[in-house]
Nanobody, 119 residues
Framework: QVQLVESGGGLVQPGGSLRLSCAAAGSVLRIASMAWYRQAPAQQRELVALATSFGTTNYADSVKDRFTISRANATTIDLQMNNLKPEDTAVYYC??????????????WGQGTQVTVSS
């Protein structure tokens, strides 16, 4: 059974930084892509950053030049968030499109971690 274990959320002042981490635990054969989403109150969940298995990265316009998605290892993905703004406040979810040892390819979600940017 595959699980995404997420950590790193918290409270930070505007202009500060946080680093989120998401580790895939279980029998993972191949990771097609890993991504971070966020959902603010009364807002739809939106894609923040995406990293493919071959190194391509994509970012939402609102976080370009401030956020960086990267793979710490084969099964862990980080989101470095710099120059945080109040509008970045949301629940952040990691997401992975992966193939398990059983041969199944599915989307998996982390439990979500709260990021609050406030003075």
């Amino acid at each position: 059974q595959v699980q995404l274990v997420e950590s790193g959320g918290g409270l930070v002042q505007p202009g500060g930084s946080l680093r989120l981490s998401c580790a895939a635990a279980g029998s993972v054969l191949r990771i097609a892509s890993m991504a971070w989403y966020r959902q603010a109150p009364a807002q739809q969940r939106e894609l923040v950053a995406l990293a493919t298995s071959f190194g391509t990265t994509n970012y939402a316009d609102s976080v370009k030049d401030r956020f960086t998605i990267s793979r710490a290892n084969a099964t862990t993905i980080d989101l470095q968030m710099n120059n945080l703004k109040p509008e970045d406040t949301a629940v952040y979810y990691c997401n992975a499109d992966l193939v398990t040892q059983s041969g199944r390819r599915n989307m998996y979600w982390g439990q979500g971690t709260q990021v609050t940017v406030s003075s």
